[in-house]
């Protein structure tokens, strides 16, 4: 257990590796599962996304397909909080997958620096694409950059109003 966050991450893995293929069949992507313990209460959260976003309804009809299946594998019991919610637009972007739901929209990235590892660079741009395990920017200045996920610290959308 990572005594810092209260997170167990056996049961998350299983949470993930259950929920991931029922959500995908009924067109929601897992984008986030969360098992960990809240003032001695256990505490599930899942974050869900689907193209073109998730209402709450389809969070509620997502607890309600999955909760039975949590139940009989154990992970949920009735004294388990049990949320499903959408990531919002304040989300982390980590993996190539979350980086191609955001193509299209402006994106701040943190990564290490391609000379120095030791050195951060911030790069704000256009998320153009993202091939393999590569991600291409637009940046403010005309500059396309290219850069690797591996070297991505930190993703997140710029919201821009």
């Known amino acids: 257990m990572d005594h810092e966050s209260g997170t167990d991450h056996r049961p998350q893995a299983l949470l993930t590796s259950i929920c991931e293929p029922i959500l995908a069949a009924n067109g929601f992507e897992l984008v986030e599962a969360i098992w960990q313990m809240n003032r001695r209460q256990p505490s599930v959260r899942l974050l869900v996304h689907r193209p073109g976003g998730i209402t709450i309804g389809e969070c509620q009809r997502v607890l309600r397909m999955l909760e039975p299946t949590l139940r009989v594998e154990g992970i949920l019991d009735d004294r388990t909080e049990f949320e499903v919610a959408s990531p919002g637009l304040d989300r982390p972007l980590h993996t190539a997958s979350d980086f191609r739901r955001a193509e299209g929209y402006w994106v701040a990235i943190r990564r290490r620096g391609s000379t120095d590892p030791a050195r951060e660079e911030r790069l704000v741009g256009r998320l153009m694409s993202v091939n393999g ?17 591996a070297e991505v610290i930190e993703g997140k959308f710029d919201i821009r109003f």
């Open 133 to 149: 395990d590569d991600i291409h920017l637009a940046l403010d200045s005309g500059e396309d950059v290219t850069v690797a996920i």
